[in-house]
């Protein structure tokens, strides 16, 4: 139950694939990536996973000041988690496409 109270929610899986498919990233290479997320849901939802030890923040002392989110160590960790999501996932779509 841990696992669904941590992951639960609209975003977080969506949010953590992106970061494991795509690597580290930057604020708006996030929302790119994930178009219909506003920027508020995104912010609160970052914050959420780095509080939770599944996400890193690291702020650059750039001009202007560039901040990466990536998945963290212990983040790495959901690695087979995520997998087995997304081969799920695509075995779930070929059956329905089978169906019609």
Not at 3 to 16: A, D, H, N, R, Y
Not at 22 to 27: D, E, I, K, T
Not at 68 to 91: C, M, Q, R
Request: aromatic share 8%; proline share 4%; charged share 30%.
């Amino acid at each position: 139950m841990d696992t669904m109270e941590l992951l639960s929610g609209k975003w977080k899986i969506i949010i953590l694939s992106a970061l494991w498919i795509g690597g580290p990233m930057r604020f708006n290479e996030l929302k790119k990536t994930l178009p219909k997320i506003t920027p508020k849901i995104l912010s609160k939802e970052l914050k959420f996973l780095e509080e939770n030890l599944i996400i890193t923040r690291t702020v650059k002392d750039t001009t202007p000041i560039t901040v990466i989110y990536e998945l963290s160590a212990y983040g790495k960790t959901l690695d087979s988690v995520l997998k087995a999501l997304s081969d799920w996932g695509v075995t779930h779509r070929k059956r329905i496409i089978e169906r019609m």
